[in-house]
């Protein structure tokens, strides 16, 4: 009987495919494990960050009612109720560090009030020429009133067809400042440079020069940047001594006087490891009535309506 020997050289090779298969199978092997370490690392990281975005979120609500109850304060000789002054409340909560700031609405600029050359004075401040800041407010004028009659460089139903728009003005009074994008002009970048500078709250056809911020008082008709500068130094000054802060030198017709019930807070918290939340509030007192909550969002930038005025005591 023949014996057919397998030839030594076949053997060899196939030890060697079989180690060439293992080595493959252990790097792809040590591929996936470091892919499901990473990838377990980075789900972590992100849970982390939602943990820690929703514990500056919370924090920065506690802030919101917290502003409010120092505002709801009767007076007495130990206890100063906070005001809407623009002035910045520091307050630990927990771990997070907060940033309070309240502002009277009054400081805004109301869409439904303010009179044409404030509102021309508004979008020249904001870079507009002339001409367009008169054609912008009287858009707005049209915009917000009850007849179809077309201020001088206005616009009103047959503009807004002409211009594309499936709709015309309201010819009603504004409901919220984010209704100024349906405007004939406003557009988007436009907006967000004057949003934070308006309101729908304060009813009044001035501004309260005491808590405007440096764009509102630009908006002024002749105010330029070297006289609200000086102006805001005294106010500053002013505030930090808890005496009466100047009057604007200028056109006191469009300037109302004293704190309204309707005020915004602006509340920035910190935790420590750098994530911060931005929370900003409209809230109506109203003496004996409960408080009301007009507007709650998450603002994009921080407000620019926030006078730049001096921190109080970290309690």
Request: charged share 20%.
């Amino acid at each position: 009987m023949q014996v057919i020997a397998t030839p030594r050289y076949c053997q060899h090779d196939c030890d060697g495919v079989a180690l060439v298969l293992v080595l493959w199978m252990l790097a792809l092997l040590s591929i996936i494990a470091g892919n499901l370490v990473f990838s377990t690392r980075t789900d972590l990281l992100v849970e982390g960050n939602f943990a820690a975005q929703a514990k500056a979120e919370a924090a920065a609500d506690a802030g919101v009612y917290k502003a409010i109850y120092e505002m709801s304060q009767p007076p007495t000789v130990d206890i100063k109720p906070w005001r809407g002054d623009g002035v910045v409340h520091p307050w630990q909560f927990a771990d997070c560090l907060l940033e309070i700031t309240i502002v009277d609405e009054s400081g805004r600029i109301d869409l439904n009030a303010a009179s044409p050359a404030l509102l021309q004075g508004l979008f020249r401040s904001l870079g507009r020429a002339d001409a367009d800041a008169e054609a912008l407010a009287d858009a707005i004028v049209d915009w917000r009133d009850a007849d179809d009659l077309r201020s001088p460089h206005g616009a009103e139903n047959e503009d807004y067809i002409a211009a594309g728009r499936s709709y015309g003005p309201a010819n009603a009074p504004f409901e919220a400042v984010e209704e100024l994008r349906q405007v004939l002009g406003i557009d988007e970048q436009l907006f967000l440079r004057a949003e934070p500078l308006l309101t729908v709250h304060s009813h009044h056809a001035g501004i309260n020069t005491a808590v405007a911020s440096r764009q509102v008082l630009l908006a002024i008709p002749d105010a330029t940047p070297e006289l609200v500068d000086t102006f805001i130094a005294q106010r500053n000054a002013a505030l930090a001594e808890q005496a009466q802060p100047p009057l604007f030198p200028l056109a006191p017709e469009l300037q109302s006087g004293g704190f309204g019930a309707i005020a915004t807070i602006l509340v920035r918290a910190e935790l420590g490891d750098n994530m911060r939340f931005f929370r900003e509030a409209t809230v109506r007192l109203g003496g004996n009535s409960p408080p009301v909550i007009l507007a709650w969002r998450k603002p994009m930038v921080p407000s620019a309506n926030t006078p730049p005025v001096a921190s109080a005591e970290l309690p």
